[in-house]
């Protein structure tokens, strides 16, 4: 599950480099990664990094979540 914070500006939720580059890449984790309860609509609603639901669903699936 992955968290609400974030690192260096970018929500987790939303960050490539974690969920790909390292949780994927490097580390091989080759399970499901999926946010916490109202994780991505946070992307807009509370952490005002995405543009709407759509792009806050879009950033999170682009980054390698697999479940919204």
Do not use: E
């Amino acid at each position: 599950m992955v968290a609400y914070s974030g690192i260096n500006g970018v929500p987790c939720n939303a960050n490539a480099q974690l969920l790909t580059t390292i949780l994927r890449d490097r580390w091989n984790f080759t399970g499901m990664a999926f946010s916490d309860n109202g994780g991505v609509v946070d992307l807009y609603d509370d952490q005002h990094y995405a543009k709407n639901l759509t792009d806050a669903s879009a950033l999170a699936l682009n980054a390698g979540l697999d479940q919204v």
